[in-house]
């Protein structure tokens, strides 16, 4: 069984930062392509920020130029840095990897953007 753990979420004031962290096995966070996902009070999950086999990023058009996705293989662990926070940021984070024919996913970490 695969656990994807996502930590770092919190209270954060708008313009500020926060960096998630999701740890994950190093066979996951090494080679497969990995993604955040993040769902707003009453509203679906969508997709933020993935990174695929060959470490390219993407992008949602909402996050372009403020967050970062990336991973240090070394520390098994999958990452987004959140810079210039807006309260529309706020949702529940979660990770996942995709490792066919499985799709992992996280239990989600909370980020609230607020004054």
């Known amino acids: 069984q695969v656990q994807l753990v996502e930590s770092g979420g919190g209270l954060v004031q708008p313009g500020g930062s926060l960096r998630l962290s999701c740890a994950a096995p190093?066979?996951?966070?090494?080679?497969?392509?990995m993604g955040w996902y993040r769902q707003g009070p009453g509203n679906a999950r969508l997709w933020v920020a993935n990174?695929?086999?060959?470490?390219?990023?993407n992008y949602a058009d909402s996050v372009k130029g403020r967050f970062t996705i990336s991973r240090d293989s070394a520390k098994n662990t999958l990452y987004l840095q959140m810079n210039s926070l807006k309260p529309e940021d706020t949702a529940v984070y979660y990770c996942?990897?995709?490792?066919?024919?499985?799709?992992?996913w996280g239990q989600g970490t909370q980020v609230t953007v607020s004054s």
């Open positions: 190093r066979s996951i966070v090494s080679s497969v392509p």
């Open positions: 996942n990897a995709v490792s066919p024919p499985h799709l992992y």
């Open positions: 990174i695929n086999s060959e470490d390219i990023p």
